[in-house]
């Protein structure tokens, strides 16, 4: 579970976040929607410990993540998948490589990763890309690499940041199928990071919208209306209500 106390991120006098509270539970899926620079990848970054806040508190589990030492930080980060918007893929490693990747920083032994991440590509639908360079891939099938990599170390937390950016309706649904199947298959408490209002409705059931800095809204998506600041992000794509 994650858990979120007065969380404040101040980059010199530039407010990014001011004040956020958010609890999620364990194997709950939660989609964070809000407009390009309000701070949605930087809430992500303080979660997994890649930001350090300007004050409040973040928990994953019995672990205070802002304050954590190292050691601790990296034993907890093996727990976590993450999806990096662009996917963050090295170009001079083979498609299998970059998969391998994790498990290989964590001790896994060759063969056995090579296994692992085989199974983990096979499964977001990249049989046969094994050998081929990031660079030789399309959009969609880099964000597949991206989710492979996140998955392939079994995660008990699996963070999406921007799965479906650049890419057309068409793939994006595919990401989504892809999405929702790990959603259902793996159990990991799961926090998509996203502008995408469609996928919003696909993961509807918990949706944080972010605005000044703040939760603006928490709640189901078909709910939105309660929120006006919401409603006037949806825009023209209140029909999906
Ligand atoms: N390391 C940093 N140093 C200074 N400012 C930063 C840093 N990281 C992010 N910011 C600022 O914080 C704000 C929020 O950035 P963030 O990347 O979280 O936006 P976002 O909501 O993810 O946007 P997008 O939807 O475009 O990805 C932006 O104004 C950005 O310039
Ligand atoms: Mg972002």
């Known amino acids: 579970m994650i858990r979120i106390k007065?969380?404040?991120?101040y980059f010199g006098r530039h407010k990014v976040l001011d004040g956020i509270n958010?609890?999620?539970?364990?194997?709950?899926?939660v989609v964070v929607l809000g407009r390009s620079g309000v701070g949605k990848s930087v809430l992500l970054k303080c979660i997994v410990?890649?930001?350090?806040?300007t004050s409040g508190e973040v928990w994953v589990e019995d672990v205070r993540v802002d304050t954590a030492s190292w050691d601790v930080l990296s034993r907890l980060r093996k727990k976590f998948g993450y999806v990096f918007q662009g996917a963050a893929l090295f170009d001079w490693m083979t498609v299998l490589e970059n998969v391998m990747l994790p498990l290989r920083e964590m001790g896994v032994e060759y063969e056995e990763a090579k296994r692992r991440a085989i199974q983990s590509l096979n499964h977001v639908g990249l049989k046969g890309s094994y050998g081929?360079?990031?660079?030789e891939l399309s959009g969609g099938m880099r964000k597949r690499v991206?989710?492979?990599?996140?998955?392939?170390?079994?995660?008990?937390?699996?963070?999406y940041d921007e799965p479906t950016s650049g890419l057309d309706p068409q793939t994006s649904r595919m990401i989504y199928d892809l999405m929702q199947t790990l959603d259902e298959e793996l159990d990991a408490t799961t926090v998509i990071i996203s502008h995408d209002v469609v996928l919003a409705k696909r993961f509807g059931r918990r949706v944080v919208y972010l605005d000044d800095g703040r939760i603006e809204y928490d709640g189901p998506f078909e709910h939105a209306h309660r929120s006006?600041?919401?409603?006037?992000?949806?825009?023209?794509?209140?029909?999906?209500?």
């Open 6 to 9: 007065d969380l404040r991120m």
């Open 132 to 135: 081929k360079y990031p660079s």
């Open 22 to 29: 958010l609890e999620i539970g364990r194997g709950e899926t």
């Open 49 to 53: 410990g890649l930001l350090k806040p």
């Open 228 to 241: 006006p600041k919401f409603m006037e992000f949806l825009g023209e794509h209140v029909h999906l209500l």
């Open 146 to 159: 991206g989710i492979a990599r996140a998955i392939v170390v079994n995660p008990a937390y699996l963070f």
